[in-house]
């Protein structure tokens, strides 16, 4: 099993930046890769962006170009950023870490996740 913590949200003005932080711990040797989520008020949870073991990274189309994910390991655990840039109201959600294995399952159980806001 795998425990998360998610940290970083908050209100930003369009245009701003934000940066979030997920810290993995427990069985991380079985994670293959670490996954950041949204969900917006009325629409389903969808995936944002991930970062495999070997560093290799995926967008989804709406943040390309204007997130960028990372990763690092301090001593017993995995942590992931995501570094959120030119913000825009539509980038208005709750957002989730949560960590998958080879077989794509998760190994995690979502948690409540951080709230990012883009108002002016």
């Known amino acids: 099993q795998v425990q998360l913590v998610e940290s970083g949200g908050g209100l930003v003005q369009p245009g701003g930046s934000l940066r979030l932080s997920c810290a993995a711990s427990?069985?991380?040797?079985?994670?293959?890769?670490m996954d950041w989520y949204r969900q917006a008020p009325g629409k389903q949870r969808e995936l944002v962006s991930f970062?495999?073991?070997?560093?290799?990274?995926?967008?989804a189309d709406s943040v390309k170009g204007r997130f960028t994910i990372s990763s690092s390991r301090d001593n017993a655990k995995n942590l992931v950023y995501l570094q959120m840039n030119s913000l825009k109201p539509e980038d208005t959600a709750v957002y989730y870490c949560?960590?998958?294995?080879?077989?794509?399952?998760?190994?995690?159980?979502w948690g409540q996740g951080t709230q990012v806001t883009v108002s002016s």
């Open positions: 427990g069985s991380i040797f079985s994670i293959y890769t």
């Open positions: 949560n960590a998958r294995n080879r077989a794509s399952s998760y190994l995690a159980s």
């Open positions: 970062i495999t073991s070997g560093g290799i990274a995926n967008y």
